[in-house]
DNA sequence: TATGAATGAGACTTCATTCAT
DNA sequence: TATGAATGAAGTCTCATTCAT
């Protein structure tokens, strides 16, 4: 019901098929996001995603070979979107702690903006694993080549190149720990990251734990 | 077949009816246990767990009210395993970033002999949310104790409370995603993790990313 | 309704749980044989054989596999039936062109009390290819034995071997055609094969058609 | 792709709306021949068709009324064929046993050069009653003619006219069970029938089984 | 308490047909 | 007349759960 409005955007005045197929798309995929983000893959059945697109069952499989497919492509379609955000958002001229917390905020803040987001990408190592594998990779790639820059500046040090993708996957798996505990409020709602763990995770990447 | 051998030790001579019942109960956490580790959650039915205990779909809800209800028992019964095996793993007398380190191996060798503990216990934020949060509520407070400790004996300084229950989270967060990572070969099978990847999780707990 | 009537018989007092599911196996295939008989393989629903049977749609695969197994199944099951009653209704001490006539008629005759089995046998090439295979395998082995026999009491004489096997053929073809074209009414109704039709086909077996 | 140009005969000049839409229907039909013959009718979709045939599935409906339209406008388009084949390989001159061997010989001729026909043929039984029950009405007309000549001639003696038409209905039957049988290689290819087939059926026909 | 057959809701998917462009 | 996206009915199959024995 009102629940399809957020999908349906002002449509220009008059759409050619190939506009019209491609928007059918889109609805659906939005549809298939916004399911996952709130009751998870394994209670994302076509009819609830069809449903909510405003179409027919049947016409999903015009545009996905499977429940499987679409699975399997929601994450990269909101991951780039992330990824996107991220890279928008990060301020030019940081560089070091400054640019890393930039980084993570960036994170948290589509978080934020995106409540779906986080539980479609955690559920993705189960259910839609070979896109999960590929959004690592990508996300570790880029990762690494901004570790790579740090290093040549000089803010880091003492890492050689495998211990620098072990320290990545220590940084993704912060940022999606901290997010699962702290980026929604008691009643599960997303929200702000408060400050102090920010404060805490800068503290870490700085000093260490132990001093 | 003899699958099903592995789950049924010598039994001793005589059972109570008691006993008999504790046992089936036990037979059926072991056969939910490797099929959750093998299979996952989602394709853990009461038909497979039934066979595998070598007991009839009926009786499953002899000792467990429904299919969810074990799901959520799965993760208490191997969780205190797991716990006590770095209990009884750590070496007395271990101090510091040292103790630390030992905390991380014995996790990392607990994985690999059971191999099926990570997929249940990853999956669970999925499938068995209440007892993937209760896991973390302990695992949470047995750090916390742990740090105080630490934090008492001056070997950790400059962080408050609030701060280090967020540092509790990178930890336990680093330690999933080097497992999810590190913790098996090119085939998926259970492996130990290779000793750069502990030396750069040290270094980062040490000195810091950023130097 | 009163349709599943026929398929239910007088249950003997007490039916231990094995012999039930037995019955209900036997049940689920009478009605299929009914279904088929009826609308052909192409149109026999599981909803149809189920409802027909009085079963739930579910009980259909403690039985069997898929759709495709109780068609392949059906065939075997009421082959059997068709042969064992040629076999029975086959007067002893008849031979030479009176033996096959006998043949002939017995198997008119049940085709006339089971008048869904000529659909069962005709779409089974199509439908359930294997079976249809398996059931000529038996069907020619027999009669090759049947032929070889009247050689040997110089009944027939001047076909080899090959050539044998190919007028089975053309035999069980002949009862095939006859079946499709003769033994029905104009309603379509099953009905005995005029008399007239198995006179000719005695000729051409006794004297040829060309004299 | 290339599969399409066999059905796409170089076109002449300029098509006239008439012919072009002849031409279309043309494609269809030989589409739907190529479909059904090598997957059967019951896989015979409109897709699969007009994917064949070079057009929009909406196209398929200016054409036929519907998808069992053209399953049973295919066997009479065929089936002129097969008859003219026949009709056309027949040599002048031929009389008794001699003319139905060279119209056996001209039928197999044709099913080697149109491996889909026996199917198209064969499974019209059940998909395509109608046009099988017609089809066969044609046969049997024109094999009554040619019969009643061959009496006229005193090629045949002993058959009145209703034993005649039974006769007809184990030719046909013979003709189509030796195509089932023997008309395929080892891996259900086309093939030539092997001789000593013909010549058993020949000597069913001139001298009958039992001697 | 153990058994295992029976249940039925609900999921995915196919496909002939329609219809606006 | 051609197009191809949209439709929705209908079919097969799975599986947690119940219950009579």
């Not at 999908?7 to 916004?34: D, F, V």
């Not at 803040?109 to 993705?124: K, N, Q, V, W």
């Amino acid at each position: 019901m009102s629940k399809q409005s957020a999908l349906h955007r002002q449509p220009p005045r008059r759409l050619s098929r190939e506009e019209k197929a491609r928007e059918t798309r889109r609805l659906l995929l939005e549809a298939a996001a916004e399911v996952v983000g709130n009751d998870g893959y394994a209670e994302a059945s076509i009819a609830k995603i069809t449903q909510l697109a405003g179409v027919a069952q049947g016409t999903f499989y015009n545009y996905f070979d499977s429940r499987q497919d679409i699975l399997d492509k929601l994450l990269p379609y909101m991951g780039r979107e992330m990824l996107d955000h991220i890279a928008q958002s990060l301020p030019r001229g940081l560089a070091g702690p400054a640019r890393e917390e930039a980084r993570l905020r960036a994170f948290f803040d589509y978080l934020d903006r995106h409540p779906g987001f986080y539980r479609i990408l955690y559920e993705a190592e189960v259910f839609a694993p070979k896109a999960h594998a590929e959004h690592f990779r990508v996300l570790v790639e880029g990762y690494r080549n901004a570790l790579d820059r740090a290093v040549a500046r000089g803010e880091i040090a003492g890492y050689d190149e495998d211990e620098l993708e072990a320290v990545i996957y220590v940084l993704l798996a912060a940022r999606s720990y901290i997010a699962m505990r702290y980026a929604r409020d008691e009643k599960g709602h997303a929200g702000p990251v408060p400050e102090h763990v920010i404060k805490a995770y800068m503290k870490v990447l700085t000093k260490g734990l132990f001093s």
